[in-house]
């Protein structure tokens, strides 16, 4: 199983102070130190947390490889084509979303979807489709010529629907018997990911916020450590 570390959430805490820490290009270094097969990036129209700048020195540095997850935006489209990332994985947007809900609506024909894909895979990219675990939606990303597809895992994930790993096990044979490679990813955590990273056939699994928030915790004591040398003991 290959696990690309989402960074994306370092960058929101930078973002809140607009200052140059914690840098999501150092976090992606530590990730790899840990094993992290693959970075991934997520450029938003919006710019909330990644910035054009984060993915150049990432795709310069990061020595596996760089999955950068992003819309439609031809200006988005134009960097990646410009940058070469290993993996481009479409992803829906809308502004007001706290995180990407749901996965692409493949149910009408996109041609901006279209032309993304033709211009990121002339560029050498490998194209990846962020998709609900729908049979639908898997057979119109296989119609598409995309080689793979990230499996929204996002109803498993928040814990509502008890059929929702099974969902995800026949999503990934249904994907495959079409010949497409099957990642996963959203809202996996601690807790919840071993019986998703059990499902054979699921090659790699994006994994961002719970991973971010675990290294702040895990993190917290050595970091205070720090600051306590530099002001001195408590008196
Ligand atoms: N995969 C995709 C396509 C995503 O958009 C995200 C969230 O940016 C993730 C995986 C990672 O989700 P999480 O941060 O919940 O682990």
């Known amino acids: 199983m290959r696990l690309y570390v989402n960074i994306d959430h370092v960058a929101t805490v ?42 150049e020195r990432l795709a310069s540095s990061v020595r596996t490889v760089l999955n950068l997850e992003l819309a439609t935006s031809p200006d988005i489209v134009a960097l990646a084509r ?3 990332p290993f993996q481009a994985t479409l992803v829906p947007e809308r502004r007001e979303e706290i995180t990407t809900e749901g996965g692409l609506d493949l149910s009408t024909p996109h041609p901006k979807l279209r032309e993304a894909i033709v211009a990121l895979q002339e560029a050498g990219i490998r194209v990846s489709l962020f998709i609900d675990p729908e049979p639908h939606a898997i057979e119109a990303a296989a119609a598409l010529g995309v080689p ?11 814990g509502g629907d008890p059929a929702s790993l099974a969902g995800l096990a026949a999503a990934t044979l249904h994907a495959k018997s079409l010949g497409l490679a099957v990642h996963a990813g959203h809202g ?3 807790r919840n990911v071993t019986p998703v990273a059990a499902i054979a056939g699921i090659e790699e699994l994006n994994i961002g916020h719970s991973i971010v928030s675990r290294a702040l915790t895990v993190g917290m004591q050595a970091a205070v450590e720090e600051m306590r040398l530099l002001v001195g003991p408590s008196r």
Do not use: F, K
């Not at 140059?20 to 130190?33: F, G, I």
């Not at 793979?148 to 928040?158: F, K, M, N, P, Q």
């Open 14 to 55: 930078r973002q809140a102070r607009r200052t140059d820490e914690p840098d999501p290009v150092t976090a992606a270094a530590l990730a790899e130190a840990g094993g992290a097969d693959g970075i991934t990036a997520h450029l938003r129209e919006d710019r909330r947390h990644i910035q054009d700048t984060d993915v």
């Open 82 to 84: 410009r940058l070469r």
């Open 148 to 158: 793979a597809v990230e499996l929204h895992t996002g109803r498993y994930s928040h």
């Open 188 to 190: 996996l955590t601690y």
